[in-house]
């Protein structure tokens, strides 16, 4: 009788023991998903594209109100760029056509005569939609699928599009500094 208690005690002590460590790794895998995804969200979307999707949309409502005429808006100065964001974002994506997007923006929205503006309203328009996109994708993804900081999110599609906007915005600044330089040199002959 002394064994057989003996063995039931044992035995429920260790099952015991096994649930309590079971348990124990479950709430750990589940603090260490939530820890993931909050690090996610902080690194990528506050920190990342948040700042960005604002810098960006204030630069296109900039070269609109150029476009359109000084001062048709009431604008805050155009701030510097969200340096730290657009790295953190170019880092997610892997490539570096953002920067050139913003910088060929620049160039334009600094040329005087303002001949550039509608192809750079045209490319930060459509930067700021896909951007819009991969936020909508990292709160899918972040909720769903990223368990860990080494989550890589499939941004291929998006590389390719940018590539796109990119190549677009070049192309058409390029094709308005000839258009300018045939204008002026037809005026020179007249």
Known sequence: MQIWELIQTLIGTVVGGFIVIAANWLTGREERKKAAQEWYEQTYLTNGIDPLLVYIH????HLLNG???HNYMQLPELGKIPIEALTKIEILLSDGTLSNIIGMVH???NDRDGYSNNAAHNGITAT???LLEVRRELLTIIGSKVRNKNY???VKQHKIKLSKI???????V?????E???????KVES
């Open 67 to 69: 476009w359109v005429g």
């Open 58 to 61: 204030s630069l296109e409502l």
């Open 107 to 109: 160039v334009c929205f």
């Open 166 to 172: 990119f190549e677009t915005l070049n192309h058409d």
């Open 180 to 186: 300018r330089k045939n204008s002026s040199k037809n």
């Open 128 to 130: 700021y939609r896909l």
């Open 174 to 178: 390029q094709e308005t500094i000839q």
């Open 152 to 154: 890589h999110m499939d």
